[in-house]
């Protein structure tokens, strides 16, 4: 079992940038892909990107794409979720994800296909 634990969030000025950090423990990354995803209030979970077991394939929702970038370091344990530009409607509680993949080419988009969550870090962009 993989235990995960996001940091990073914090309040940040439109048109800034953040870096969130997922640390992992009990299980190394390199056999696991790994997602961001968002929950704004009264929202559902939303998808924000993925990143593959090997770090080779990255997707990106619509929302993100050009904003964000997602990599992996499996010496650290720790996945990332760049994002620049950030504007108001990105604020959101930002989770990250793990299920276990040690091949291919296969990327997932949604949430229940993860079985491991942290427990979120809040990003508030103030306009």
């Known amino acids: 079992q993989v235990q995960l634990v996001e940091s990073g ?3 940040v000025p439109a048109g800034g940038s953040l870096r969130l950090s997922c640390a992992a423990s009990g299980r190394t990354l390199s056999s696991y892909a790994m997602a961001w995803f968002r929950q704004a209030p009264g929202k559902e979970r939303e998808f924000v990107g993925t990143i593959n077991w090997s770090g080779s394939i990255t997707y990106y929702a619509d929302s993100v794409k050009g904003r964000s970038t997602i990599s992996k370091d499996n010496a650290k344990n720790t996945v990332y979720l760049q994002m620049n ?3 108001p409607e990105d604020t959101a509680v930002y989770y990250c994800a793990a299920r ?10 949604r949430a229940r296909s993860y079985d491991y969550w ?10």
């Open 100 to 109: 276990r993949q040690s091949s291919g080419v296969a990327y997932y988009t």
């Open 118 to 127: 942290g427990q979120g870090t809040q990003v508030t962009v103030s306009s």
């Open 85 to 87: 530009s950030l504007k």
């Open 9 to 11: 969030g914090g309040l």
